[in-house]
């Protein structure tokens, strides 16, 4: 994997560059972001971000219980949407981490990105074992022709406050505390399939979404208010994440509701974006019970949606 996003080729353009993982993007990663872009346009560089995919511990530790706030593609859209002229992905893989920090910035700093500045944390490591730093970086800086910028402590502390806030934000529910963070509103992307097809019998179908990146975070379990861009148009609805328990689910499914929408959406991927939690996840005696709820849901979604207009 080599994602380079932005114009292709990078030979003999001098860049500024940011390194990271920029999960999430979130409002402190914005702000070194725009930096670079504007630090780019006023020294005549190209503002580069290098990121790295999947993150170090799915392959180093082979830990699949690590949750991201953004799939790699969203990543880059949301980076780019910044201003910044060039995204380059590299594949972490077990022959990337063994890479040395000579080698790093030989080969992927100067001879394919062109660094001129590199704008990095005072914590930032890499090369092997993460043995380089940024004293480091300055020297081999002065020996290759970059200079370096270090982000400030606080600004990095703040950044890495923020990414906490917005998992647990997301893991309790609290999606409006975790898009004030993000700057945008948290969003899911999957495929609709078929489903049980229970909510057709009561009047609230559902399209059933299939998360195809097992490792996107997703909110707590219960019932919120959401939006999605269909062909064109926004459409609210409210969608339900957990097991279904009144008809006996078995496994964890996220399903949304739109309202005043019949349009047939099998086969097809939309983005669903939050905007308020409702309640959590409920065991009703009857059917009845659980479209009465329902009901009362809707005009709870519909006041929250009508509110924010």
Excluded at 32 to 48: E, W
Excluded at 224 to 243: E, K, Q, S
Aim: glycine fraction near 8%; charge should be positive.
């Amino acid at each position: 994997m080599n994602l380079n996003t932005g114009t292709t080729d990078t030979k003999n353009n001098a860049t500024i560059i940011t390194i990271g993982t920029f999960d999430g993007v979130h409002i402190g990663h914005q702000k070194i972001l725009k930096d670079i872009v504007s630090i780019g346009k006023a020294s005549g560089l190209r503002s580069t971000v290098l990121t790295l995919f999947p993150h170090p511990r799915m392959v180093l530790q082979k830990d699949d219980s690590i949750k991201l706030l953004n799939t790699i593609d969203e990543r880059i859209d949301i980076i780019k949407s910044l201003g910044i002229d060039h995204v380059e992905v590299k594949e972490f893989t077990k022959e990337f981490s063994n890479m040395t920090a000579r080698d790093y910035v030989t080969k992927i700093l100067i001879n394919e990105l062109h660094a001129k500045e590199v704008v990095i944390g005072y914590d930032h490591h890499f090369g092997k074992n993460r043995e380089g730093n940024i004293n480091d970086l300055i020297v081999f800086g002065q020996e290759f022709g970059f200079s370096v910028k270090e982000i400030k402590a606080q600004q990095i502390a703040d950044v890495s406050v923020s990414s906490t806030k917005i998992r647990k934000a997301l893991l309790n529910g609290d999606v409006e505390t975790a898009n004030l963070y993000l700057g945008y509103p948290y969003s899911i992307k999957g495929d609709v399939i078929k489903g049980d097809k229970i909510g057709r019998t009561i009047n609230y179908p559902t399209a059933n979404l299939n998360i195809n990146a097992s490792y996107k975070l997703i909110p707590k379990d219960g019932v919120y208010v959401v939006n999605a861009i269909i062909d064109g148009v926004v459409i609210y609805g409210m969608m339900n994440i957990g097991f279904n328990p009144t008809i006996r689910g078995k496994r964890r499914s996220i399903e949304v509701h739109f309202f005043d929408f019949n349009n047939e959406l099998y086969g097809r991927s939309i983005k669903v974006s939050f905007m308020t939690r409702l309640r959590d996840e409920m065991k009703f005696s009857s059917i009845e019970s659980l479209k009465a709820q329902l009901k009362l849901d809707e005009v709870a979604s519909r006041n929250y949606i009508n509110g924010q207009s």
